[in-house]
């Protein structure tokens, strides 16, 4: 058999065994969380705070980590936004393609995607210490805040690297400012692609638990205040599961199916959303 196409079957079978790995493990959590949890799940568990004794097995809900792991996502989410939509606006059109500042920026950003999530958690919790403040929503939103910040301003960074560059161009020798540029033009073009990767940061920011534990802290109350604990699901399932009661337990693999549910949902309207504002690109 000849060499190359010996090379070619080999990687061809690599790609597909990893493939079926993925597919395979995906399927596999899927399965065992809906099996173990949906037993469990109810309209009560979905509209209820946890009463007294819930966590002995008595009555009562996960509405308040429902509440919670919204809210903190979508302000977590609305922060690294912040930041981060203006700094991959300014690596794109107010640096060189390849400007040892947009480099340096860039490989700091993977540094910090590449960091545990736990690792932000501490670094909340010492800069909680340093304020003078206690486990609260703010708290929990500043560390995911600085967790998801890296994902969402490299995700938008290399939506925009895609927008030709005559389009830039062109803006410009109309006589449109590169703000305006940014704004009326890039903006509409690269609209798809960061709205897809605000969902993605925000699926992230609602999922992660060692980032809050420390910072966020856990309550059974609805949240009401940002200088107050909240309750989200991911220390729900944390807790749930590390009781000795099988019918907790099952509880914290349905509040794992309602979090999962979240997290496909928010998945598949960025399909949506991508495909609707389609339109805007340059085909």
């Known amino acids: 058999m ?16 990893s493939t079926v790995a993925i597919l395979g493990s995906l399927a596999l959590i899927l399965v065992t969380i809906f099996v173990k949890g949906i037993s469990s799940l109810s309209w009560e568990m979905l509209t209820q705070t946890p009463k007294g004794g819930y966590y002995l097995g008595k009555g009562g809900g996960i509405l308040n980590a429902i509440l919670g792991s919204l809210i903190l996502g979508i302000g977590a989410t609305a922060i690294a936004l912040c930041v981060g939509l203006p700094t991959a606006f300014y690596l794109n059109l107010y ?5 040892k500042r947009g480099m340096l920026i860039r490989f700091c950003l993977d540094i910090l ?15 909680m210490l340093l304020l003078g403040m206690q486990a609260s929503l703010l708290a929990g939103m500043i560390t995911v805040a600085l967790l998801v910040l890296p994902i969402l301003t490299r995700g938008i960074d290399e939506v925009l690297k ?22 009326r033009v890039i903006f509409r073009q690269a609209l798809p692609g960061i709205l897809t990767a605000v969902l993605i940061a925000l699926g992230r920011s609602m ?7 420390f ?5 059974d109350s609805l949240p009401y205040s940002l200088l107050k604990p909240v309750a989200t699901l991911p220390l729900a399932v944390f807790f749930q599961l590390g009781t000795p009661f099988p019918e907790v337990q099952a509880r914290g693999y349905a509040s794992g199916l309602v979090l ?14 991508s495909k609707k504002f ?3 690109l340059i085909q």
């Open 2 to 17: 000849d060499k190359r196409k010996l090379e070619e079957n080999i990687f061809k079978g690599l790609m597909v065994f």
């Open 95 to 99: 640096l060189r393609k390849k400007s």
């Open 113 to 127: 995607w590449g960091i545990p999530s736990v690792v932000y958690g501490a670094f909340g919790f010492t800069l």
């Open 162 to 183: 895609m927008i030709p560059v005559e389009l830039y161009e062109a803006s410009l020798s109309l006589g449109a400012t590169r703000l305006e540029t940014a704004g």
């Open 207 to 213: 999922s992660d638990a060692a980032a809050v534990l």
């Open 215 to 219: 910072t966020a802290g856990f309550t």
């Open 260 to 273: 999962t549910a979240l997290v496909l949902f928010l998945s598949v309207l960025s399909r949506i959303l």
């Open 278 to 280: 389609t339109k805007h």
